[in-house]
């Protein structure tokens, strides 16, 4: 019964690795061909910092995959569609703009 219970926890963390994976793949090849395009375009985009983290989503029995670009203050979620065995995308927010959008008026 032990031994079932850690087999399913083990198989739980390593498909976890792989969706991690995953969406740092995706990340990363998002990044490819922006790049290219804003490239293109006459604006440099810098080399990203990147972090992942994975946290359960409300309301649902599903997880998400939060990657943040922390050098051009980017972030995309992703989820894994089970039933597709493929990534969604969740969202993506550019951070400077928000905290551009959030900074207090004075008066």
């Known amino acids: 019964m032990q031994s079932e219970h850690n087999e399913l926890r083990a198989h739980a963390r390593h498909k976890l690795l792989i ?26 985009r810098g080399r990203g910092n990147y972090t992942a983290i994975s946290a359960n989503m409300q309301g649902g029995n599903s997880s998400a995959i939060f990657i943040l670009d922390a050098a051009n203050q980017e972030m995309v979620a992703v989820r894994w569609n089970d039933s597709r065995r493929s ?13 551009k959008s959030q900074a207090p008026t004075t008066r």
């Open 87 to 99: 990534l969604e995308g969740i969202g993506y927010r550019n951070l400077t703009e928000d905290a």
């Open 19 to 44: 969706v991690l994976n995953c969406g740092l793949a995706v990340a990363v090849a998002g990044v490819a061909t922006t790049s290219s395009v804003i490239g293109q375009a006459g604006q440099a």
